[in-house]
């Protein structure tokens, strides 16, 4: 596509509830990130995947967080049992360098409330 | 623990002022520095910088990398309304970026 799209842009959900955010990078592009942006903060490192490499999860805040990606295509991230804590806004970045880190190009993300 | 710093946190000036704002860093293995803006949601690219003292310019926009002294400015001069955003200083370290806290600048008309 022509641009990093990602769904749902606003989800709100109940404490201890599972969701789901979705991902689809743009084409051709082999590195996909994830970044998490609370309010009035900086973006947070979640994870990467490179291509069919092992993803790199060290920025994944708790086992409730978890990500999936299908080849060099569409990532789900999955946060299960989600607390107040988890709101945020989920932003989703994909490259097409296959080593080290130039430009991303980041989706408009998915604002995330649990009440 | 990789740290990246941005000051101010956020200002205020008028339409036409000069800004510059700034970002130092501590990494275990840099690769580059971006800025980028953020004005709703999708950050967007400014300056990806690798090389010490060489400036980058876009228009009113420019920015430049002191790898001795870990820090980086973006200098923005006769600012507009429409310069009004977050401003996001990252490094590239290894696969990621490690982003600061941002600049919130706002230009009043």
């Known amino acids: 596509g022509a641009g990093v799209s990602q769904s749902p842009s606003n989800k709100v959900t109940e404490k201890g509830k599972d969701v789901e955010l979705r991902c689809d990078p743009i084409s051709g592009h082999t590195a996909l990130y994830w970044y998490r942006q609370r309010l009035g903060q900086g973006l947070e490192f979640l994870i990467y995947f490179q291509g069919n490499s092992a993803p790199d999860k060290s920025g994944l805040p708790s086992d409730r967080f978890s990500a999936e990606r299908t080849g060099e295509s569409v990532s789900t991230l999955t946060i299960q049992r989600t607390q107040q804590e988890d709101s945020a806004v989920y932003l989703c970045a994909s490259s097409r360098l296959t080593r080290g880190t130039g430009e991303l190009f980041f989706g408009e993300g998915s604002r995330l409330t649990v009440l | 623990e990789d740290k990246v710093v941005q000051s101010p946190l956020s200002l205020v000036v008028h339409e036409g002022d000069t800004v510059t704002l700034n970002c130092s860093y501590e990494?275990?293995?840099?690769?580059?520095l971006l800025w980028y803006k953020q004005e709703k949601k999708a950050p967007t690219f400014l300056f990806m910088l690798t090389s010490s003292g060489i400036e980058k310019k876009s228009g009113r926009l420019s920015s430049i990398l002191d790898k001795k002294e870990l820090f980086s400015i973006l200098n923005i001069t006769a600012t507009q309304t429409g310069d009004s955003a977050v401003y996001l200083c990252a490094v590239g370290v290894g696969n990621k970026l490690v982003f600061g806290a941002g600049t919130i600048l706002r230009v009043k008309s």
């Open positions: 990494v275990t293995n840099f690769r580059s």
